[in-house]
T-cell receptor
Framework: GDSVTQMEGPVTLSEEAFLTINCTYTATGYPSLFWYVQYPGEGLQLLLKATKADDKGSNKGFEATYRKETTSFHLEKGSVQVSDSAVYFCALSLRGQGAQKLVFGQGTRLTINP | KAGVTQTPRYLIKTRGQQVTLSCSPISGHRSVSWYQQTPGQGLQFLFEYFSETQRNKGNFPGRFSGRQFSNSRSEMNVSTLELGDSALYLC????????????FGPGTRLLVL
């Protein structure tokens, strides 16, 4: 079935380090891909998205490129901040007869130390 | 525009009871989806409603049900609560024409004792 696999966490980095969180997917058809972020005690916030192959989503210094050939959507940021500490979820969206459903990866907890 | 709101934010129930959670979508959004988040199972899709009709359903027992009203507000109900139903329940809404982008509320944290 359709699924999303993220790199295992937790990930701990120093401030200003380069970040990569790997995400690969398995899907029938051509899904849209998303990164959501969850801060402690909160719901999910949309970070970025891409709807077709080779699209690049970007927001707040984060980027991810939809790679159909490797079925990947890796999240990157050139210089992380303490405020980026959160749990990051990669997700794909399936559509069937107009219905919407997100399939999530297991989440990657990121901690940034000053 | 106000975001997705969920009430209540926290809830404590005992086994065997039932519970109703409420979700108000972003103004103009007609699709509402519900997800369950637990440490063990992660984020799992419960169901989606559009124009008062359930369009999609996840793999949950019949104790989990929902509905949507004409103003797009949605409720989900869990009957005969079990300890394993303790979770964060998240509601998300989306707007036709904005593709599949779903915007989430803060969630309702349910603890079953």
């Amino acid at each position: 079935g359709d699924s999303v696999t993220q790199m295992e966490g937790p990930v701990t980095l120093s401030e200003e380090a380069f970040l990569t969180i790997n995400c690969t997917y398995t899907a029938t058809g051509y899904p849209s891909l998303f990164w959501y972020v969850q801060y402690p005690g909160e719901g999910l916030q949309l970070l970025l998205k891409a709807t077709k192959a080779d699209d690049k989503g970007s927001n707040k210094g984060f980027e991810a490129t939809y790679r159909k050939e490797t079925t990947s959507f890796h999240l990157e940021k050139g210089s992380v901040q303490v405020s980026d500490s959160a749990v990051y979820f990669c997700a794909l969206s399936l559509r069937g007869q107009g219905a919407q459903k997100l399939v999530f990866g297991q989440g990657t907890r990121l901690t940034i130390n000053p | 525009k106000a975001g997705v709101t969920q009430t209540p934010r926290y809830l404590i129930k005992t086994r065997g009871q039932q519970v109703t959670l409420s979700c108000s979508p972003i103004s103009g959004h007609r699709s509402v989806s519900w997800y369950q988040q637990t440490p063990g199972q992660g984020l799992q899709f419960l169901f989606e409603y559009f124009s008062e009709t359930q369009r999609n359903k996840g793999n949950f027992p019949g104790r989990f049900s929902g509905r949507q009203f004409s103003n797009s507000r949605s409720e989900m109900n869990v009957s005969t609560l079990e300890l394993g139903d303790s979770a964060l329940y998240l509601c998300a809404s989306s707007y036709p024409g904005q593709g599949e982008t779903q915007y989430f509320g803060p969630g309702t944290r349910l603890l079953v004792l």
